[in-house]
């Protein structure tokens, strides 16, 4: 994955730092973020991905929904995918809100008769059918995850990848959001789902993944490869606490 570095700049150099932006643009390297990673899942498998923040868990689910390309290897997909991570990537704030829909919704892969058909649908369960016609950006935080929520949903796929469980927000919203997450990870043919919370991978998943600086450390059961999660952390805590000690 390609990555842009700048040196370092101290104070005072910072303050020419915009007369110096255009001379001096910053350096493209690249960076292994995952490495390794083999599986195959088949129809009814809810795999689980675990690991410590920046294991790779995010970039995984992005190579998955083809966001990021692979530089060695392949992925192979034989199915749609409905993808449940960033809801608000790809809404444009000067469009309203029904534009929104439709625009993000054939970003999504939708067909235009497709997003012109879930509008209602769509508008309804945000519980923006009042603001269909508003600007984007002059609806709150909330009612922007409430409609990307809503989008992103409206359609059952074969393949749902997703990034934690909604869990925020208005309590009568989160309620009917999990209900509909349930049903499209019941009705999925496959399911992955990146999580840190053990019960839920526990409850929804059959086999899972332990990643750990973008290489698996283990994949198997869910129980199996949970404990081994349990035992990193383990170390990782007490690693830590022995180097605050001998400070």
């Not at 869990?167 to 009568?172: K, L, M, S, V």
């Not at 509909?180 to 009705?187: E, L, P, T, Y």
Request: glycine share 10%; charged share 20%; proline share 2%.
């Amino acid at each position: 994955m390609p990555l842009f570095t700048q040196d370092a700049r101290g104070v005072r150099a910072t303050l020419g730092l915009f007369l110096r932006a255009a001379f001096q643009p910053p350096r493209r390297e690249v960076c292994t973020t995952l490495d390794g990673i083999s599986f195959s899942l088949q129809a009814g498998d809810r795999l689980a991905v675990v690991g410590r923040n920046g294991a790779g868990k995010s970039t995984l689910l992005k190579v998955l929904v083809g966001a990021y390309p692979p530089t060695r290897g392949h992925v192979e997909i034989c199915g749609s995918r409905q993808a449940l991570l960033n809801l608000s990537l790809g809404f444009n704030q000067e469009a309203t809100v029904v534009e929104n829909i439709m625009l993000r919704g054939i970003a999504m892969g939708l067909r235009s008769q497709q997003a012109s058909a879930v509008i209602d649908e769509v508008l309804d369960f945000a519980e923006l059918t009042e603001k269909a016609g508003h600007r984007l950006r002059t609806l709150s935080a909330g009612q922007r995850m409430r409609l990307g929520f809503a989008l992103a949903t409206a359609v059952q796929h074969e393949i749902l990848i997703m990034d934690e469980w909604i869990g925020t927000g208005d309590a009568g919203f989160v309620a009917k959001a999990r209900d509909r997450i349930r049903s499209r990870v019941n009705n999925a043919r496959i399911v992955v789902l990146a999580s840190h919370n053990f019960q839920l991978i526990k409850d929804v998943c059959n086999v899972a993944m332990l990643l750990e600086a973008g290489r698996s450390l283990a994949y198997g059961p869910v129980e199996v490869v949970l404990r081994q999660y349990e035992t990193l952390l383990r170390e990782a805590a007490s690693g830590a606490d022995s180097d605050g000690r001998g400070q």
